[in-house]
């Protein structure tokens, strides 16, 4: 018996529900795959399906087979696929996730200079600003902001920026500009609900740290929403550098506090636990570094680069 077809069959069988659907996709005869199955029960001295009148379920063994079988799957594709890159160049499909506004505004525009390097190449972009399961979704590489709460993770720090308080000309004409971190405290602040925002900002200056708690009308799940509330002259905001670039650039928003610090934010290349990093990850990851580089976004240098895993 092949053992990886027999892992491929088994691994169809219980993602397509059934023998006779499992067939179809593999493009083989149904009696085929249930004597493949039967095999590597026989094999393996357990019960992998239960079956029934309403289809297959895996056993507790069942499950646990084919996670691992699927996983290893996976490794051999991967592997293939490194050997075929090294010959022929990048090619197959790229999948990576990023968060919503980050992508829209430093990745997603120079990703026509990535694929005409690498003509044979297909992305596949995830948007989503929530932390999402890689292995999951069958996500290559994420570009992730802030900690990294999962400390099995294999992950990189490929950049940093400053954190600024930001906010329109309009707004600070009409609430006035804060001179110390205590003044924010009679300011409407736009509040980022997720990871790495709240209510609470520390401040430091020559050593000396102070924590503001802020409130507002607003508080908003996604960096968009951040930036369009700003941009209305609602309120101000905690953002990174990233977020508001061409408005700082061309002053439709202005930084205040200058002279004190908030703690940065990085910018990490995180790859799936337990699988092999491909040589099309390794080089998307390389294209980031060097396209904010290029911006004069990245104060991490590749050699500064951290890797957690």
Same mark, same amino acid.
């Given at each position: 018996m092949d053992r990886m077809a027999a892992m491929e069959t088994y691994v169809?069988?219980?993602?397509?529900?059934?023998?006779?659907?499992?067939?179809?996709?593999?493009?083989? &005869?149904q009696p085929a795959v249930s004597k493949s199955v039967a095999q590597l029960e026989a094999r393996l001295g357990v019960r992998l399906l239960l079956r029934s009148t309403r289809g297959l379920t895996p056993t507790d063994a069942g499950q646990r087979f084919y996670e691992h079988a699927r996983r290893a799957i996976e490794e051999a594709d991967l592997a293939e696929q490194m050997v075929r890159d090294m010959s022929t160049g990048l090619s197959g499909v790229l999948r990576v996730s990023a968060a919503v506004t980050f992508a829209r505004l430093h990745v997603l525009p120079a990703l026509k200079v990535f694929m005409d390097r690498h003509p044979n190449l297909q992305m596949d972009v995830?948007?989503?600003?929530?932390?999402?399961?890689?292995?999951?979704?069958?996500?290559?590489?994420a570009l992730r902001m802030g900690s990294l709460d999962d400390s099995?993770?294999?992950?990189?720090?490929?950049?940093?920026?400053?954190?600024?308080?930001? &906010?329109?000309?309009?707004?600070?004409a009409k609430a006035g500009v804060p001179r110390s971190p205590a003044d924010?405290?009679?300011?409407?602040?736009?509040?980022?609900?997720?990871? &790495?925002? &709240?209510?609470?900002?520390?401040?430091?200056?020559?050593?000396?740290?102070v924590a503001v708690v802020v409130s507002g009308r607003m508080s908003v799940s996604a960096a968009e929403g951040v930036r369009t509330t700003v941009l209305g002259g609602m309120g101000l905001?905690?953002?990174?550098?990233?977020?508001f670039s061409p408005e700082l650039a061309d002053g439709t928003v202005q930084a205040v506090l200058p002279d004190w610090e908030l703690p940065p934010i990085d910018l990490w290349a995180v790859f799936p636990a337990g699988r092999l990093v491909s040589e099309k990850a390794r080089a998307f990851v390389a294209f980031v570094e060097e396209i904010l580089a290029a911006a004069g976004s990245n104060s991490v240098t590749p050699s500064e680069g951290e890797l957690a895993d």
């Open positions: 169809s069988v219980v993602e397509a529900g059934s023998f006779s659907a499992a067939a179809k996709r593999l493009k083989l &005869g995830v948007l989503d600003d929530r932390t999402i399961d890689l292995l999951e979704r069958g996500v290559d590489v099995a993770m294999t992950a990189r720090r490929i950049a940093r920026s400053r954190r600024l308080v930001v &906010g329109t000309p309009g707004y600070f924010l405290s009679q300011h409407q602040a736009v509040v980022y609900s997720l990871r &790495g925002g &709240g209510e609470s900002w520390s401040f430091s200056q020559n050593g000396k740290e905001a905690i953002a990174s550098e990233w977020m």
